[in-house]
């Protein structure tokens, strides 16, 4: 199946400051990429919808200029997490969508951030 | 608000035996259906996709849909150990978006 890599998969880092996250589609052209968000125990849930070369779409309750999102090409979506809090620690996991083929939609591996 | 629901268990079930698996959800347009599996740490991990009434098999898994009841669960059958994770329930929120409302998931321990 297509692949998306994502990275960094784990990130630590102080109350403050701000931290980039990268969800590239190898091996296929990523019509639209969604990034989502799990906490313990809690379901995946749907931060925001990104297509290339256009603004991202949040999800109520999700601040815009906090989860800044950036998909500049078909193949690269970035998530920036700014001024970053303990309550942003979380699983962030992207997802990309293929335009052709038979299964449509793979995800990433995570990234496990951690905010102290 | 859309909404998925599932038992979140944990469903615990002999090496060997069937596991039943189930979801509602509140959206009645949606079209796509999905189940996930997903172990610790990891990324979810597509075990089968379902868009009409009905029964669909794959191997050891049967997906069934019933869009009247706004229903959808996954049998495995023969039960491994190594099918032991969190299964997750997913929902298109429709017209082929591929946005996914997900349920909490039900935890699946097979006891071998």
């Known amino acids: 199946g297509a692949v998306v890599s994502q990275h960094p998969s784990r990130v630590i880092c102080k109350s403050g400051t701000s931290v980039k996250i990268e969800c590239r589609s190898l091996?296929?052209?990523?019509?639209?990429m969604f990034w989502y968000r799990q906490f313990p125990k809690q379901s995946l849930m749907l931060m925001a919808t990104s297509n290339e070369g256009s603004k991202a779409t949040y999800e109520q309750g999700v601040e815009k200029d906090k989860f800044l999102i950036n998909h500049a090409s078909l193949t690269l979506s970035t998530l920036t997490v700014t001024s970053a809090h303990p309550e942003d620690s979380s699983f962030y996991i992207c997802?990309?969508?293929?335009?052709?083929?038979?299964?449509?939609?793979?995800f990433g591996s995570g990234t496990q951030l951690s905010v102290l | 608000q859309k909404e998925v629901e599932q038992n979140s268990g944990p469903l615990s079930v002999p090496e060997g035996a069937i596991a039943s698996l189930n979801c509602t959800y509140s959206d009645r347009v949606s079209q796509s259906f999905f189940w996930y599996r997903q172990y610790s740490g990891k990324s979810p991990e597509l075990i089968m996709s379902?868009?009409?009434?009905g029964d669909k098999e794959d191997g050891r898994f049967t997906a069934q849909l019933n869009k009247a009841s706004q229903y959808v669960s996954l049998l495995i059958r023969d039960s491994q150990p190594s099918d032991s994770a969190t299964y997750l329930c997913?929902?298109?929120?429709?017209?082929?978006?591929?946005?996914?409302?997900f349920g909490k998931g039900t935890k699946l321990s097979v006891i071998p």
């Open positions: 997802s990309a969508r293929r335009g052709r083929g038979g299964e449509k939609l793979f």
């Open positions: 997913a929902v298109d929120r429709g017209a082929g978006s591929y946005q996914l409302t």
């Open positions: 379902i868009y009409s009434n």
């Open positions: 091996d296929f052209q990523a019509t639209t």
